[in-house]
């Protein structure tokens, strides 16, 4: 579908310019939306006899965006959530909860600002774009973590997951360590066990051989005697 649009957007062009989108893209997004017209011939007319408008009111728009821009540039949201010791979070942050975090700090934006291109679904810090117009966009940070402790290490440039993947590979390590110790202690009690029984072995073999050669003694003196 050839379409005029009304505003910027972007990788499709400026205003006043007719470009062609796919039928679902124009009737579902831009043309409900108020960011393109069809492109006939009196939709034409009526944005050529319009276009001055147009451009002042985008204008004004825009430098209000500009001068909103320095109340959301740059903050940081932090979102304390669940996850596991690989990092991975027990659910995803939305949009919402990125528009809640920001406007708690009176940044004043909404759900069709924000881009996320695609879910956060790990701790860490995440950078966010913020369309506040077509022709102005910011960056805000997300910093997701388990705690508020966490949070304040990763801000300080600590990766919480390497850390976490320190700490358990250093478990497995100590685990292993302890492993091998009850090994060699239960080794040593085994031969321990095993030296002691061939001492009683052979106590017991030396205690039957005298008591053998005693009775052999007796034997030869009764018949001495007779």
């Known amino acids: 579908m050839d379409i005029i649009l009304l505003e910027r957007v972007e990788k499709l062009g400026a205003i006043g310019d007719v470009v062609t989108v796919k039928d679902g893209y124009a009737r ?49 949201i932090v979102l304390i959530r669940a996850a596991s010791q690989t990092g991975q979070l027990y659910g995803s942050v939305s949009v919402k909860d990125i528009v809640d975090g920001l406007n708690a700090q009176d940044a004043k934006v909404a759900k069709s600002m924000i881009v996320l291109e695609r879910p956060i679904k790990t701790l860490g810090l995440f950078d966010v774009k913020v369309v506040l117009h077509p022709e102005v966009s910011v960056t805000v940070q997300v910093n997701v973590a388990r705690s508020d402790d966490e949070a304040e290490l990763q801000k300080d440039g600590v990766n919480v997951l390497d850390q976490m993947f320190e700490a358990e590979q250093a478990e497995i390590a100590a685990e292993a360590i302890e492993a091998q110790v009850e090994a060699e202690a239960a080794a040593d009690a085994a031969d321990a066990a095993e030296a002691e029984a061939n001492a009683k072995r052979r106590e017991e073999q030396a205690a039957a051989k005298a008591a053998a050669e005693a009775e052999g003694g007796l034997s030869a003196d009764a018949g001495d005697d007779v």
């Not at 831009?30 to 034409?44: F, I, T, V």
């Not at 276009?51 to 825009?62: G, L, Y």
């Open 28 to 76: 579902n997004f831009l043309l409900p939306n108020k960011k393109a017209l069809r492109a006939n011939d009196a939709n034409r007319k009526v944005f050529e006899a319009n276009r001055a408008k147009i451009e002042a009111d985008n204008a004004s728009r825009r430098e209000e965006a500009k001068a909103a821009s320095g109340n959301v540039e740059g903050k940081q």
